[in-house]
């Protein structure tokens, strides 16, 4: 069973929003971390955002800081990505990354921290 799974990405106008979801089935889910990446054709991937255990430190990267927000629910073992304002440049696949931690208020935005990643979901901003 994937450890993470992705949903909510799809094709939207510029302008719109979505809002990805990231499962945890098969993860004790309140001992990680959360984070999303995104990455683009030819470019290297990128720390969108991320979410502590305890769900005090939430970080945004630079690309999307304004215009998104993370949230994440431990008894759903999910955490959530709500993307609005989207431009054509915010098209990327969109991947949701776990990070093993003991530290309640742990979050990095190296993409070597994490432990576990998602398949990725594909975001398509159109204009």
């Known amino acids: 069973q994937a450890q993470l799974v992705e949903s909510g990405g799809g094709e939207v106008q510029a302008g719109g929003s979505l809002r990805l979801s990231c499962a945890a089935p098969?993860?004790?889910?309140?001992?990680?971390?959360m984070g999303w990446f995104r990455q683009a054709p030819g470019q290297e991937r990128e720390f969108v955002g991320g979410i502590s255990r305890s769900g005090r430190i939430i970080n945004y990267g630079d690309s999307l800081k304004g215009r998104s927000t993370i949230s994440r629910d431990n008894a759903k073992k999910s955490v959530y990505l709500q993307m609005n304002s989207l431009k054509p440049e915010d098209t990327a696949v969109y991947y949701c990354a776990a990070d093993l931690t003991s530290s309640p208020d742990r979050l990095i935005s190296r993409a070597d921290a994490y432990n576990y990643w998602g398949q990725g979901t594909q975001v398509t901003v159109s204009s």
């Open positions: 098969a993860i004790t889910f309140s001992n990680y971390a």
